[in-house]
């Protein structure tokens, strides 16, 4: 059964810094992993897309690594913004489109 | 192109009634997933549909339905409701090419 941990649960960091989400998974059997945003009562945006067989993506400041051997996945962001602050969820597509999401971290840029 | 939608957007409730909610998925996409989001335990699968045929289900009760139709949209439908079904449910659509998932804005159910 997939399971899906994203640690830290909440990150503060002051504007500028450059910082690290981390994300782990227990099945390796997956199609893709794909990185969100998530606004306070919004629905879900989606950031950034790693196939199975990619080792990692980037869109602007966004980077995302996958590690399927060790389970694990990381979103780099480069010189962080207010703009930054939400909740970032990663999540584990299976077979049939099955996902399964991580508990995501909050994390609040300081002006 | 246009995004997922999900009507209504706002939906109170009281226990035992019954609610049903929409998604249209992007135009192409044939696979809709549903979500139901919770502070307590996060996001959760409901259920997938592609080309009208359930595929897959998570870990819910029976008073929690779905279905599709030929033009991919979905609908998914709550019976007996309880005051745990408060929540923000989402739906999901993807297409065959890569199966990235696109999330409309979600449907806030509050259940009195």
């Known amino acids: 059964k997939q399971e899906v941990t994203q640690i830290p649960a909440a990150l503060s960091v002051p504007e500028g810094e450059n910082l690290v989400l981390n994300c782990s998974f227990t099945?390796?059997?997956?199609?893709?992993l794909q990185w969100f945003r998530q606004d306070p009562g919004k629905g879900l945006t989606s950031l950034l897309l790693?196939?199975?067989?990619?080792r990692e993506q980037t869109s602007g400041r966004l980077n995302a690594s996958l590690d399927k051997s060790s389970g694990r996945s990381t979103l780099y962001i480069a010189a962080s913004q207010p703009g930054d602050s939400a909740t970032y969820l990663c999540a584990a597509v299976g077979p049939y489109d099955k996902i399964i999401f991580g508990k995501g971290t909050r994390l609040h840029i300081l002006p | 192109k246009a995004g997922v939608t999900q009507t209504p957007r706002y939906l109170i409730k009281t226990r035992g009634q019954q609610v049903t909610l929409s998604c249209s998925p992007i135009?192409?996409?044939?696979?809709v997933s549903w979500y139901q989001q919770t502070p307590g335990q996060g996001l959760q699968f409901l259920f997938e549909?592609?080309?009208?045929?359930?595929?897959n289900k998570g870990n819910f009760p029976g008073r929690f339905s779905g279905r599709q139709f030929s033009n991919s949209r979905s609908e998914m439908n709550v019976s007996t409701l309880e005051l745990g079904d408060s929540a923000l449910y989402l739906c999901?659509?993807?297409?065959?090419?890569?199966?990235?998932?696109?999330f409309g804005p979600g449907t806030r159910l509050t259940v009195l």
């Open positions: 549909y592609f080309s009208e045929t359930q595929r």
């Open positions: 999901a659509s993807s297409s065959t090419s890569n199966n990235e998932q696109f």
């Open positions: 135009s192409g996409h044939r696979s």
């Open positions: 790693i196939q199975s067989s990619q």
């Open positions: 099945d390796s059997a997956i199609y893709n």
